[in-house]
């Protein structure tokens, strides 16, 4: 009878489980990663504007930077600076901008419709 008792305890009673010690835990997460640098520059990739930006604008700063020193024109056209990608990015928001659906293409065909309404 003693044996059904200990059974019936164990059913009842939650297990505990050890604390994981932290030495323990350290090993089994990854390293930390090194923290990323930026690349340094940032293209525009929407649509060329008649004398104020082009397609395909590089600025050799960051992107706060190019913002800044493109204050006046985003007053007209607050848009170009979601369009406006770090050099990391470039890659995979080239193919976005191309691609129907997606939201960089969305803002370039805004930016579009607000370029000719004008």
Do not use: W
Not at 95 to 114: F, S
């Amino acid at each position: 009878m003693a044996n059904t008792e200990t059974k019936d305890k164990a059913a009842t009673e939650p297990e505990s489980k050890a604390p994981a010690l932290p030495h323990e835990a350290k090993q089994h997460k990854d390293p930390p990663k090194p923290a990323k640098e930026e690349s340094g520059f940032c293209v525009y990739l929407g649509p060329s504007i008649h004398a104020t930006i082009l397609s395909g604008t590089v600025f050799s700063k960051n992107k706060a930077d190019a913002l800044k020193e493109l204050e006046s024109i985003l007053v007209d056209y607050p848009l170009i600076a979601d369009l406006i990608v770090t050099g990391d990015a470039l890659p995979e928001s080239r193919i976005k901008v191309r691609t129907p659906g997606n939201l960089l293409n969305v803002k370039y065909d805004k930016l579009v419709a607000a370029i000719k309404s004008k």
